[in-house]
């Protein structure tokens, strides 16, 4: 039978999710079709039967792509076909990736790929359905892994907690969280909130997690139906001998690297430690289960790590001891500084330990906005921050090959920490981008950016709603023994069980992220986590207000500044002129930008407030002439007998006749004006056919020039 075509539903949020499989991409290991609200996803497995050889790390590949036919859209520029990722499909591969991982078996190397495709878009939303399609995949293959899983979107709104709302209803929730677990635990959580609570984040998490149970009801059944009986999968057996005895010989060594305080320093003894481990082996491998053709410079690595490994997390278990003795709720020493860069519109350098990022700031209108096209439709950034980690900041001695997937997401993470304390675009109408470069990283450049952002949109003189920082977390966990870190280390990283990211103001949190290598965490530790993070956030806020606590007062020199005045829509016309004549001729005379909405506001950006003033002036009198009454202050242009022509503004001029310009009699004009002069006049009538009639004498009469 070519069509074994299997469903199963449930309730989700209120919306009716459907998982198929047996119908489409039968070759595959696995297939399944996630369906709701006319959105439609379908999300392959595929896994290598064998390891390759050499093969030392899980390749694990999750591919998500959204094709534009899916929306009845094409793809937008010359290119119509899908190509490159965009960040956005970049951003979802990368969390629907993080919480598979630590539930594949230790040691399992075969290349594994989801590909993940969107092939109908209705109002259903298709990240989440990649997801649940990419757990339901794994639970029903022969894979080996430890399911099943689930995700779920978080949303507040009116105070209500929301499951998987759209993104119309996103606009008005005070929270987006994306949470992944399992039956037991959270795995993953990443999201922005507008200043929320530790105690609101949290009721969020646990309601997502909730939820996220429910599905895996739905896959335990789904995988009883339709599921195959997993591969057989054994780890390799650790050498029992060699560790026991490099434990023995090399754990003084082991210990002497780690209590060195600077990075470098750590590196290099790391190093020296395991080319010593490496020459015992080579030099009497009997001595540690070896033979004679082992690979001796693969098997140092690996006692160098493991003895490293379980040193560092039995010191900090059973002794609260760091690497460097540093107590585990202690930040790392930090040094700040703004105005950097002398040229740049706002700039600060971050310092946290051996973590340096350096921000720089550019203010702009509309011609600075970052176009996306999308899926969703075309739309358009006002605000963005791009984020670069060159090799120099971890002592690589490499080029740089452009921004990578792991850049992306770092940055994507400071930009919606700071973009939750960025003014209202109606009270600040300006694009605004942050460029955060790493100079220097040994533990949460993504936190340093976000502190090194604020500060440099402060300096800017941005109205943020209040300085952000942010700070990483870490766990180290053994059985039911567990100890929370504060501000982790690289090594504390690459060693610990949890890297739990989060920022915000001193009111409340504006992004969390959570990633874990072991099989998730209960309700209790993340509460730990959050409020030991929240006591480091503090701490860092006070030390970066030492050097900035607000937004500076006005903008520095040569930034542009945008002033707004509104027009009648039916007005439009007339400002723009035939083919843009008369908005173009403003823009050119004055340099300036002008950007006008359908809604008749008209935004003007340029970097000398004089001439925006000017030309607003301009262009209201061009539209509406000037106010019989107003006094203005003019320019003589020309001078005749019978008068002087006076610019109220440039290029629209009224005349004074010699009667409006002193008390007594005028014969000569000259005698009481020259061009160039500058005079307050009164409009005193505009006739029908558009002429301005000013006077000089009715605001302050001109006296005769002395011969």
């Given at each position: 039978m070519l069509n074994n075509k299997k469903e199963f539903k449930m309730n989700y949020g209120g919306k009716e999710i459907t998982i198929e499989t047996g119908r489409l991409a039968k070759q595959a290991d696995a297939a399944v079709l996630a369906s709701c609200e006319g959105t439609q996803v379908l999300v392959t497995l595929t896994c290598a039967k064998d390891v390759n050889d050499g093969q030392d790390f899980f390749p694990l590949l999750v591919d998500y792509k959204e094709k534009?036919?899916?929306?009845?859209?094409?793809?937008?520029?010359?290119?119509?076909?899908?190509?490159r990722p965009s960040n956005a499909e970049i951003l979802i591969m990368r969390l629907i990736d993080r919480p598979l991982r630590p539930l594949f078996p230790e040691?399992?190397?075969?290349?594994?790929?989801l590909?993940?495709?969107?092939?109908?878009?209705?109002a259903g939303d298709p990240e989440v359905l990649a997801g649940l399609g990419a757990a339901a995949a794994l639970a029903i293959s022969d894979v080996p892994f430890s399911g099943p899983m689930g995700y779920a979107k978080v949303g507040k709104i009116d105070g209500k907690l929301v499951l998987n709302p759209n993104k119309e209803q996103f606009k008005t929730s005070s929270l987006e969280?994306?949470?992944?677990?399992?039956?037991?635990?959270?795995?993953m959580v990443e999201g922005e909130s507008n200043e929320v609570s530790e105690t609101e984040m949290l009721e969020a998490i646990v309601f997502g997690h909730n939820n996220i149970k429910e599905y895996c009801k739905l896959l335990t059944q789904m995988t009883k139906e339709v599921g195959v009986k997993k591969r057989d999968f054994t780890p390799v057996t650790p050498n029992a001998t060699l560790m026991q005895k490099a434990t023995e010989d090399f754990s003084g060594e082991a210990r002497k690297a780690l209590a060195n305080n600077r990075k470098q320093d750590r590196t290099v003894a790391t190093n020296d430690f395991r080319k010593k481990v490496k020459e015992a082996l080579k030099t009497s491998p009997a001595k540690y289960g070896l033979s004679e053709t082992s690979d001796f410079g693969k098997e140092a690595a690996k006692v160098t790590d493991e003895i490293m490994y379980k040193l560092m997390r039995a010191e900090i278990i059973d002794e609260e001891k760091r690497i460097a003795g540093r107590g585990l709720k202690v930040v790392r020493a930090i040094e700040t500084e703004t105005s950097v860069l002398s040229s740049v519109h706002g700039s600060a350098l971050f310092t946290r330990g051996e973590t340096q990022v350096l921000a720089a700031v550019t203010i702009g209108g509309k011609e600075g906005e970052q176009m996306y096209d999308s899926i969703h439709g075309v739309g358009y950034d006002k605000f963005y921050l791009h984020y670069s980690m060159p090799p120099f900041s971890v002592g690589e001695a490499k080029g740089y090959r452009g921004v990578g997937r792991r850049e992306i997401g770092h940055g994507n993470l400071a930009e919606r920490a700071l973009k939750k304390a960025m003014p209202a675009q109606a009270d600040?109408?300006?694009?605004?981008?942050?460029?955060?470069?790493?100079?220097?990283?040994?533990?949460?450049?993504?936190?340093?950016s976000v502190c090194s952002g604020s500060m440099g949109l402060m300096d800017a003189g941005v109205p943020l709603k209040g300085p952000v920082a942010g700070i990483a977390m870490g766990l180290i966990k053994e059985g039911e023994k567990y100890k929370?870190?504060?501000?982790?280390?690289?090594?504390?990283?690459?060693?610990?069980?949890?890297?739990?990211?989060?920022?915000?103001?001193?009111?409340?949190?504006?992004?969390?992220?959570?990633?874990?290598?072991?099989?998730?965490?209960s309700e209790q530790i993340f509460r730990e986590a959050l409020a030991q993070a929240k006591e480091a956030r503090l701490h860092i806020l006070g030390e970066m207000a030492k050097t900035i606590s607000s937004h500076r007062q006005g903008f520095k020199a040569g930034v542009p500044q945008i002033k707004m005045f509104k027009i009648a829509p039916d007005k439009i016309g007339a400002l723009i002129g035939p083919g843009g004549k008369n908005i173009k001729a403003l823009q050119e005379n004055f340099k300036v930008t002008m950007d006008v909405a359908e809604d008749g506001t008209v935004k003007v950006l340029g970097v000398d407030v004089k001439k925006i003033d000017e030309v607003i002036g301009l262009a209201e009198m061009q539209l509406n002439g000037p106010k019989i009454g107003a006094i203005y202050k003019g320019l003589v242009v020309t001078i005749k007998e019978y008068g002087a022509f006076v610019d109220i503004v440039p290029g629209l001029a009224g005349l004074v006749h010699v009667s409006e310009i002193a008390n007594e009699r005028v014969n000569d004009v000259n005698e009481y004006l020259t061009e160039g002069d500058t005079v307050d006049v009164k409009v005193m009538e505009v006739d029908r056919f558009g002429k301005i009639k000013l006077s000089i004498r009715e605001v302050a009469p001109v006296p005769k020039k002395a011969k």
């Amino acid at each position: 039978m070519l069509n074994n075509k299997k469903e199963f539903k449930m309730n989700y949020g209120g919306k009716e999710i459907t998982i198929e499989t047996g119908r489409l991409a039968k070759q595959a290991d696995a297939a399944v079709l996630a369906s709701c609200e006319g959105t439609q996803v379908l999300v392959t497995l595929t896994c290598a039967k064998d390891v390759n050889d050499g093969q030392d790390f899980f390749p694990l590949l999750v591919d998500y792509k959204e094709k534009f036919y899916a929306a009845g859209k094409f793809l937008g520029g010359f290119m119509k076909r899908e190509s490159r990722p965009s960040n956005a499909e970049i951003l979802i591969m990368r969390l629907i990736d993080r919480p598979l991982r630590p539930l594949f078996p230790e040691g399992f190397m075969n290349e594994t790929i989801l590909m993940i495709q969107v092939f109908s878009m209705g109002a259903g939303d298709p990240e989440v359905l990649a997801g649940l399609g990419a757990a339901a995949a794994l639970a029903i293959s022969d894979v080996p892994f430890s399911g099943p899983m689930g995700y779920a979107k978080v949303g507040k709104i009116d105070g209500k907690l929301v499951l998987n709302p759209n993104k119309e209803q996103f606009k008005t929730s005070s929270l987006e969280l994306l949470v992944a677990g399992s039956n037991e635990a959270v795995l993953m959580v990443e999201g922005e909130s507008n200043e929320v609570s530790e105690t609101e984040m949290l009721e969020a998490i646990v309601f997502g997690h909730n939820n996220i149970k429910e599905y895996c009801k739905l896959l335990t059944q789904m995988t009883k139906e339709v599921g195959v009986k997993k591969r057989d999968f054994t780890p390799v057996t650790p050498n029992a001998t060699l560790m026991q005895k490099a434990t023995e010989d090399f754990s003084g060594e082991a210990r002497k690297a780690l209590a060195n305080n600077r990075k470098q320093d750590r590196t290099v003894a790391t190093n020296d430690f395991r080319k010593k481990v490496k020459e015992a082996l080579k030099t009497s491998p009997a001595k540690y289960g070896l033979s004679e053709t082992s690979d001796f410079g693969k098997e140092a690595a690996k006692v160098t790590d493991e003895i490293m490994y379980k040193l560092m997390r039995a010191e900090i278990i059973d002794e609260e001891k760091r690497i460097a003795g540093r107590g585990l709720k202690v930040v790392r020493a930090i040094e700040t500084e703004t105005s950097v860069l002398s040229s740049v519109h706002g700039s600060a350098l971050f310092t946290r330990g051996e973590t340096q990022v350096l921000a720089a700031v550019t203010i702009g209108g509309k011609e600075g906005e970052q176009m996306y096209d999308s899926i969703h439709g075309v739309g358009y950034d006002k605000f963005y921050l791009h984020y670069s980690m060159p090799p120099f900041s971890v002592g690589e001695a490499k080029g740089y090959r452009g921004v990578g997937r792991r850049e992306i997401g770092h940055g994507n993470l400071a930009e919606r920490a700071l973009k939750k304390a960025m003014p209202a675009q109606a009270d600040f109408p300006y694009t605004v981008r942050i460029a955060c470069e790493v100079l220097e990283s040994n533990g949460s450049s993504s936190m340093g950016s976000v502190c090194s952002g604020s500060m440099g949109l402060m300096d800017a003189g941005v109205p943020l709603k209040g300085p952000v920082a942010g700070i990483a977390m870490g766990l180290i966990k053994e059985g039911e023994k567990y100890k929370i870190l504060t501000d982790i280390l690289g090594d504390e990283d690459h060693l610990g069980d949890m890297d739990f990211k989060l920022a915000g103001t001193a009111n409340g949190i504006t992004a969390i992220q959570m990633d874990m290598k072991i099989a998730g965490i209960s309700e209790q530790i993340f509460r730990e986590a959050l409020a030991q993070a929240k006591e480091a956030r503090l701490h860092i806020l006070g030390e970066m207000a030492k050097t900035i606590s607000s937004h500076r007062q006005g903008f520095k020199a040569g930034v542009p500044q945008i002033k707004m005045f509104k027009i009648a829509p039916d007005k439009i016309g007339a400002l723009i002129g035939p083919g843009g004549k008369n908005i173009k001729a403003l823009q050119e005379n004055f340099k300036v930008t002008m950007d006008v909405a359908e809604d008749g506001t008209v935004k003007v950006l340029g970097v000398d407030v004089k001439k925006i003033d000017e030309v607003i002036g301009l262009a209201e009198m061009q539209l509406n002439g000037p106010k019989i009454g107003a006094i203005y202050k003019g320019l003589v242009v020309t001078i005749k007998e019978y008068g002087a022509f006076v610019d109220i503004v440039p290029g629209l001029a009224g005349l004074v006749h010699v009667s409006e310009i002193a008390n007594e009699r005028v014969n000569d004009v000259n005698e009481y004006l020259t061009e160039g002069d500058t005079v307050d006049v009164k409009v005193m009538e505009v006739d029908r056919f558009g002429k301005i009639k000013l006077s000089i004498r009715e605001v302050a009469p001109v006296p005769k020039k002395a011969k």
